[in-house]
């Protein structure tokens, strides 16, 4: 079963930092070729914002490199997103994602994931 339950949303002030983290089912854990986060403002198309692979090879957006990191942990079947130095431009609802069945050129691309979870919103303020 896919399951995918994000958590560690919240207010913070620009500067700060937040860690959210992503419960996934074994299944989807293990099962997963790709997991990421991704991001979306109202009246804007969901954008990708760091992602990981089976082998853990990471991608970064080009707006967070340097402040966020993802990273995941086996024992908790658990996707992490550390996010530093966080922006007002950071604002937006958070949410992760897998893709199961094949390796993608383009992980970073919301389209290229089958499963998502509800999302945590994420707001920063000046």
């Known amino acids: 079963q896919v399951q995918l339950v994000e958590s560690g949303g919240g207010s913070v002030q620009a500067g700060g930092s937040l860690r959210l983290s992503c419960a996934a089912s074994t299944y989807t854990y293990y099962g997963s070729r790709h997991m990421g986060w991704f991001r979306q403002v109202p009246g804007k198309e969901r954008e990708g914002v760091a992602t990981?692979?089976?082998?853990?090879?990471?991608n970064y957006a080009d707006s967070v490199k340097g402040r966020f990191t993802i990273s995941k942990d086996n024992a908790k079947n658990t996707l992490y997103l550390q996010m530093n130095s966080l922006k007002p431009e950071d604002t937006a609802m958070y949410s992760c994602a897998a893709r199961l069945y094949g390796i993608s050129a383009y992980p970073l691309s919301p389209n290229e994931y089958d499963y998502w979870g509800q999302g945590t919103q994420v707001t920063v303020s000046s």
């Open positions: 990981i692979d089976a082998d853990s090879s990471t």
